[in-house]
């Protein structure tokens, strides 16, 4: 999967940036392309976008999903198993999606020792279009607070701006200036901009990753 160049990657972002929907499609790219992947869902903050919800989907397709102890029950206590640390040590491909903020990045930070000796690729997720990252300095002020948070340092910005099922070609477009000013201000590359599945850019965009649209809220899916 030609978008992640470590073993292990972590995803992190503000809230709602698309943080999980990315995970997930990360992880079902690099399975399909044969790798055995494992996805762990570090969110111990939002019980309502996690990636262990689509475990079913993922398992479909080979990849071992990790989550939170007791997620999807309700005893949604902030709990992470053992077996996080030893997945991060062992040689299969690894994606973390982190929760929100420097709240949720805190978790991850409990596994600095042993995330520094995997050398992961950290990508920082953005949206234009989210709320307390509308301008590139909201957006930088977020990375700093994650990445002391966590013990981490960022290896690159993910253009991830969408307006949901509203997600148009001028939306993604209008949003490359925003992205280009939060990668200038940190000095960390673009590594893609995601575009969703069915809205055609003509490569107007270069490193274009399209991606399915898995995540949805509660009150989605009751409309589904």
């Not at 399975?31 to 494992?38: D, M």
């Not at 005893?75 to 299969?92: C, V, Y």
């Not at 953005?126 to 930088?140: D, G």
């Amino acid at each position: 999967m030609k978008f992640l160049t470590d073993r292990v990657t972590v995803v992190c972002g503000h809230y709602g940036t698309g943080k999980t929907n990315l995970s997930i499609n990360l992880a079902l790219d690099a399975a399909r392309g044969g790798e055995k992947v494992t996805l762990i869902d570090m969110d111990v903050v939002n019980p309502y976008f996690r990636s262990s919800d689509y475990a079913d989907i993922l398992a479909r397709e080979g990849i071992r999903v990790l989550g939170p102890n007791f997620a999807n029950s309700n005893l949604d206590t902030p709990s992470l198993p053992a077996s996080i640390g030893d997945a991060i040590s062992d040689g299969e491909r690894v994606i973390i999606d982190v929760g929100g903020d420097d709240a949720g990045a805190t978790a991850l930070g409990v596994y600095s020792r042993k995330l520094a000796n995997s050398e992961p690729d950290v990508m920082y997720v953005i949206n234009r279009y989210r709320s307390q990252t509308t301008s590139a300095e909201e957006a930088v002020g977020i990375l700093r607070g994650i990445e002391g948070a966590a013990r981490i340092r960022a290896s690159c910005i993910v253009n991830n701006s969408h307006l949901k099922q509203h997600t148009t070609a001028e939306t993604i477009l209008d949003s490359v200036p925003f992205a280009e000013d939060v990668s200038e201000m940190t000095g960390l590359p673009i590594r893609f901009t995601t575009t969703p599945v069915g809205v055609d850019l003509l490569n107007k965009i270069p490193n274009m990753y399209p991606i399915g649209v898995y995540v949805k809220a509660p009150w989605e899916k009751a409309s589904d």
